[in-house]
């Protein structure tokens, strides 16, 4: 009994150790061969000799299956990215399967499933589900921040544009304007509107030039400015449309204005990076004439 039981202990370690090594050779497998397909884009390795014939991704609306279509799909991630820091954070698993952590690094600078390069960087992490079969790769499927990854890409507009938009009128209506210069990027491009006295020094380049160029005049010519009937306008690509008028009074002439007004806002990485004024131009003009 005691030689019976000792047999059968030693089956059951044995199965573990073989187990485990299939496990780490697999492992080992994986991380290598996706280590050389992105960070040094040899799609080549997407073979009969890594991946089974059927290797299937499993997606949305339709799954990526066999190997030329595999191949295809992640064709894009080589051609559309450059810069590319591929970090296979942690793998582990278990009989046939695996969880894969990573992050991914890149500069979209080439044509990605058609969209066209926007130069923009890609900073994510995400975690793929897998499956071996014979120590081949047979399936996986992927998780991430889709909607980040497409904001990071600046085809969804981040969701706090509105916000940065927002505060920037409530810190200048509370005559706080080094945080109204702090929204802007370095290099924001400001421009008034044709027509408008203001607009002689279109472009405005950076928040220096906003500061002497639009602010510091505006309170010279007007008294009581102030930006009423605010509201806001999410767009595509990053940008807001803000709607309001302008309450003010002409010093020169003591002329009410009461103008219709609409402010084209672009932000990039939560902060702004261009504006357009729109403005009744005839209202400034006549008011400013005695």
Known sequence: MKNLFKILLFSIVISFISCDSKINKDIEMYSQTWDEIINKGNLDLINETNFTDDITLISSPENIVGIENFKAYYQNFVTGFSDVKFTQKDVF???????????????????????????????????????????????????????????????????????????????????????????????????????????????????????????????EQWDNFKLVNIKQHDMSENQVLTTLRYNAIVKATGKKIDAQVAHHWKLKDGKIIGFQQHVDTKQLADTAKK
């Open 93 to 219: 698993g278990q009989n046939d399967k695996l969880v894969k952590h990573w992050h991914f690094k890149g500069t979209h600078s080439g044509d990605f499933f058609g969209i066209p390069a926007t130069g923009r960087t890609i900073n994510i992490e995400g975690t793929t589900l897998v499956k071996m079969k014979d120590g081949k790769i047979a399936q996986e499927q992927d998780f991430m921040d889709n909607m980040l990854f497409l904001q990071q890409l600046g085809i969804v507009s981040d969701p706090n544009n509105v916000l940065v938009i927002q505060k920037l009128y409530d810190d200048f209506a509370t005559g706080n304007v080094e945080a109204v210069l702090a929204a802007m990027d370095p290099n924001i491009i400001w421009n008034e509107a044709e027509g408008n006295s203001l607009a002689d020094g279109n472009p405005y380049l950076g928040p220096e030039a906003v500061l002497n160029g639009v602010f510091t005049r505006v309170l």
